[in-house]
């Protein structure tokens, strides 16, 4: 045999070589194509394929090996396929405990079984690796796997989540080799358990929905756009709108289903103030071939913040109106590529620098730094005075704000390794935003950090820095930092060569970003806020150093002003405001105890007045100071001593109704009666059946509106 089949004759062209395949005899029980199972194939590579059905020989032969276990274990342990052998089986196994559905061969069970073994054990080794379900990246993968899996569940019977109970079978066939599984085998099954709850709230609505879509079909393809509504109200995935379909023998207009993804992102982007910069084509091959013909800027941001550089070259303007150009001059926006800079370009969480370039007659503010291809750095500037040319000799000095940034850069390695150390290993960065005033730090963590754990990370970190460790950057091959458990961020391209910053015996990262040489550096650090971000995910946002000392001295000068103001000391603070709270609570008691006695001493009891319309039995008194809750103590006393149907109680602006059971049951409904009564009044209200309130602005309009209660009950439909 030929790998690609055909190659000689037909190509394609590229690498080809003969191939040999081994096939295993399952026995004359198996009939047909089951039978005969090719368990392994070897294709020597040793051709270049060119034009003409040339076979030049390749001066660097191999042989590509294709043997893998979804091959051979079945044949060893003579099972018709992979997923009934002891990698899946105790998977499935547990889906039919929990569904009731009996595994059959060839049967529409089958399938589903299948696909929840192994979509689930994809997601465990996912999440396990730092993977959060999400809307984007890696994290919509996950999420799109998880849900394909829990809509098969849905086809087997299944209406609540049950993924996450299948998670331990899978720590139990791969824990041994995996330990990862074992540590965060918890943070996975609740990972999966939220997920499922949210995906199955709206799961039964989106498939009645798809199921009525199919009905009115006039055709045999789903439009994109009611596709996208699947998507987009239901949670519905694209792959799983598809594989729908597919089973009723339809398909999707996935043209269409795009244009509207397009849309809905057009419109998100329209209402964002901060606009897209791209780079478009003929700039992007200018640049392109620039770092091809130069190389990548040599970055000196390591060793100084300010250095001389000559520019290489100039992009003027913005967004279509980009074009590269050879001078500058005041008001154009501009990227700038210098030879070498010492400015840091955006990364690793770290924002790009800003500074200024001067020159001999100019000088230009750069307001930030990107990455550009190949390497370049992308200094957005422009021009304050003179001509900025290319082949100018410049002097590129950062704002020296950066130090500051390279202290709570240094600081969210410290961060990481407290939160593993406090919350368990489990917590992977999932992004972060460093910057000269503050940073931010989001973490995988399923749960909101306690007081005491937040305390207990920050007590950390600055025990860190007092201890004033080194901070050591060393450049190794990326496996060797791998075997060294250096820590990566997930999601991040790494060289084969790679940045490794180690703090001390506490942390060792892969990084890029810019850094102090001992933690001492870092002064003071603070964690002013802790949120949810996102389904398992969290954000701290963090001080260290300057920002952290002026924070403080704005905290200290609060507290001595309140101090001040309560007539203690700042230390007795949370006992005198605990004081004060008990104060209010008894005063509060005392207010609603007197708004209780005033309302009774007013309704007059059995003594009020009562009124007929309609059939009913009310009253309607105009009180004086009473809140809501006074009224609504007034009305259930006049209720009650009274045995009227309905009272209708009023005290400045406030408007208060309730009604006798029996009454309700004969029609009776406050929340008509005091919204149309309400209306009159120029205010609004409304409420249940049986006890209502409402407002008015002008208490003179409100008291004159109560004298309409007995046209109002009246007039109501349906009532008497």
Request: net charge neutral.
């Amino acid at each position: 045999n030929f790998w690609p089949a055909n190659a000689p004759s037909q190509g394609p062209n590229g690498p080809c070589g003969p191939c040999s395949e081994i096939y295993y005899d399952r026995g004359p029980e198996f009939s047909g194509s089951d039978r005969n199972v090719e368990i392994w194939n070897l294709v020597f590579t040793q051709f270049d394929r060119r034009d003409g059905g040339v076979l030049a020989p390749l001066p660097q032969k191999n042989i590509d090996t294709g043997l893998g276990l979804s091959r051979l274990v079945p044949i060893m342990q003579d099972k018709p396929s992979f997923y009934e052998t002891d990698v899946f089986w105790p998977i499935v196994e547990q889906t039919v405990a929990l569904c009731g559905v009996p595994y059959r061969r060839d049967g529409k069970s089958q399938v589903s079984l299948q696909v929840i073994a192994d979509h689930v054990r994809a997601v465990t080794f996912a999440i396990a690796d730092g993977v959060v379900p999400s809307n984007k990246d890696a994290g919509f993968v996950i999420r799109k796997v998880l849900r394909r899996a829990a809509r098969h569940g849905y086809l087997l019977g299944l209406r609540e989540p049950f993924l996450y109970q299948l998670v331990p079978v899978v720590v139990a066939i791969m824990g041994d080799y995996y330990g990862q599984l074992r540590e965060r085998q918890v943070v996975i099954s609740e990972t999966c358990r939220r997920e499922e709850e949210a995906f199955f709230r709206t799961l039964a609505d989106g498939v009645r929905r798809f199921e009525s879509l199919v009905a009115a079909l006039p055709g045999r393809i789903i439009p994109g756009g009611e596709a996208f509504k699947l998507y987009d109200t239901y949670g519905f995935p694209l792959d799983l709108v598809r594989e729908m379909g597919s089973e009723r023998g339809l398909s999707v207009d996935e043209e269409g289903f795009n244009a509207s993804m397009a849309e809905q992102r057009e419109r998100a982007r329209a209402k964002s103030k901060f606009a897209t910069v791209e780079l478009f084509q003929s700039v992007s091959e200018m640049l392109n071939t620039l770092a091809e013909e130069r190389g990548p800027t040599k970055f000196q941001g390591y060793q100084t913040l300010e250095a001389p550089a000559t520019v290489v070259a100039i992009v003027a303007g913005q967004g279509k109106n980009e074009q590269a150009v050879s001078e500058l001059a005041p008001g154009t926006p501009a990227q700038v590529v210098l030879d070498r800079s010492p400015f840091y370009a955006e990364g690793g969480g770290q924002i790009g620098d800003k500074g200024v370039f001067r020159w001999a007659g100019g000088q230009a503010l750069v307001s930030d730094t990107q990455q550009g291809p190949g390497g370049l750095i992308l200094h957005h500037l422009e021009v304050q005075e003179g001509v900025l040319r290319t082949a100018q000799q410049v002097t590129a000095s950062v704002d020296p704000a950066r130090e500051h940034t390279r202290r709570h850069h240094t600081a969210t390695h410290l961060v990481q390794a407290a939160l593993r150390q406090v919350l368990g290993s489990h917590v992977t960065q999932s992004g972060s935003s460093v910057t000269p005033t503050r940073f931010r730090f989001d973490f995988t963590h399923l749960e909101p950090l306690t007081p005491e754990q937040v305390r207990q990370a920050e007590a950390l970190v600055n025990q860190w820095v007092m201890a004033d460790y080194p901070v050591q950057t060393i450049e190794m091959l990326l496996e060797e930092a791998k075997a060294q458990g250096v820590i990566a961020l997930f999601g991040e391209k790494y060289g084969s060569r790679v940045r490794v910053v180690r703090a001390g015996p506490v942390s060792a990262e892969l990084c890029g970003g810019t850094h102090v040489s001992r933690t001492g550096e870092i002064g003071p650090f603070l964690i002013v806020s802790e949120e949810g971000l996102s389904a398992g995910v969290r954000r701290i946002e963090c001080l260290a150093g300057q920002p952290a000392v002026q924070y403080l001295q704005g905290q200290l000068a609060v507290g001595r002003q309140l101090a001040l103001d309560f007539s203690t000391e700042v230390e007795n603070l949370p006992q005198r405001v605990q004081q004060l709270k008990e104060s209010e609570k008894a005063l509060r008691q005392r207010i609603e105890q007197l708004q209780r006695q005033l309302a009774l001493a007013q309704t007059g009891g059995q003594s009020a007045p009562v009124q007929q319309a309609n059939g009913f039995k009310f009253i309607v008194q105009q009180l004086g100071g009473l809140d809501v809750a006074g009224l609504r103590d007034a009305a259930d006393h006049l209720l009650e001593q009274s045995r009227a149907d309905l009272v209708v109680v009023a005290s400045g602006t406030n408007l208060v109704a309730k009604a006798q059971k029996e009454a309700v049951a004969r029609g009776l409904h406050c929340g008509n009666i005091v919204g149309e009564v309400a209306k009159r009044a120029g205010g609004r209200g409304g409420g249940r059946p049986d006890m209502a309130q409402g407002g008015a602005r002008d208490e003179a309009k409100l008291a004159q509106a109560l004298e309409s209660v007995g046209q109002v009950l009246a007039a109501l439909p349906g009532v008497g």
